[in-house]
């Protein structure tokens, strides 16, 4: 092997760099025969990726990014059963032991084994344990057995990757939010932002059946975009009235369902950050009795916070209005193994093309850095990393 990798370097900035090959081994060294080596076909810039390089959280230089993982299995731990050399896998951005109590219960975003920190594990993120991230030429992947999806037959998953690539976070993670607000047959839905987990949830919110799939951005390239692939766009820039904007689409101020994939950067009409604003507006927006899901990422530290309380993840919430209207809450990271397969039979069907939904848009590893860049400027694309040159253009 010769290893790479894309290394945050301080806020701001990410470098491709070598990195150490992966070994089968945990951060703290201990040796992990339940685990594989992965050569990585295809790894994603996310979202919470950003979060990280613009300086928003706790985390260091030198951190090797990346949680959106697709791979081949080229070295297998003594311990590993149920996979082989050569298989082409998903990896839930989730790392689970698969043996705990929350693992058990389905839980899997919460683990409450691969990170001595807190619960809950990921590859390549702040405080999630220390595992080494995906955005490289090599991974490895622990308890390989209960973590990995593997794909039914190599050669369509391949013609196919641009969506399946999806799986590991992005899909999931808006099906999740879609499901957890009680999307369902003939729901009317908003979406608060246009972005790759946006569109995923308002993706999910069709195949769920909804009636209406609304999405709010301010950005007007995104929304473009998500008016081209079939979602009824909200120009938030027009006004600063969300239930009256809604009302002139739906002829009702209120939806069944609200999904809030923006998370603590939330802008307001003002330009500044009000990391509160979007909860506090779906709060107003849903109906009594209805549901919020919140993929979208909040954080328990910001140290560019726009107030001290932020700082420490305390938001100025308006709960008891959603308390008033016995609305339900989810929030947290998604346990992909909940959903990854059903979805995986959707895309391998051409029931769920979210690689045109998201607008996958594929490039080198070694161009990485212009891609954080282009994300963070707003461009209406999902950037799918292709470390080793076998993604089809």
Known sequence: MSNIGVVYTGPGS???????????????GRKLEHAVILKVISTNICGSDQHMVRGRTTAQPGLVL?????????????DVEMLQVGDVVSV?????????????????GVCLTVNPERAGGAYGYVDMGGWIGGQARYVTVPYADFNLLKFPDRDQALAKIRDLTMLSDILPTGFHGALQAGVGVGSIVYVAGAGPVGL??????????????????????????AAKVGFTPVDLSKGDNLPEMIAEITGSPEVDAAIDAVGFEARGHSGGEQPAIVLNQM???????????????YVTEDPGAVDDAAKSGNLSMRFGLGWAKAQSFHTGQ?????????????ILHDRLPIADIVNATIMPLDQAAEGYKSFD???????????HGMLAS
Do not use: W
């Not at 990410?14 to 951060?27: G, N, R, S, Y």
């Not at 839930?92 to 899997?108: H, K, L, Q, S, Y």
């Open 14 to 28: 990410v470098e491709v760099q070598k990195i150490d090959d992966p070994k089968l081994q945990a951060p703290d």
């Open 66 to 78: 990346g949680h959106e993982i697709t791979g081949e299995v080229i070295e297998i731990g003594s």
């Open 92 to 108: 839930p951005f989730n790392v689970a032991c698969g043996r705990c109590r929350c693992c058990r219960e389905g839980d899997t």
């Open 200 to 225: 995923a949830a308002a993706a999910s919110a069709r195949i769920l059946g909804a009636a209406v799939v609304m999405i709010g951005d301010f950005n007007k390239e995104r929304l473009d975009h």
């Open 283 to 297: 709060m107003e927006i849903t109906r009594v009795a209805g549901g919020i899901g919140i993929p979208g990422l």
């Open 334 to 346: 998604t346990p992909v193994l909940k959903y990854n397969r059903q979805l995986m039979q959707a």
């Open 377 to 387: 400027s707003g461009v209406a694309k999902k950037f799918v990393l292709d470390p």
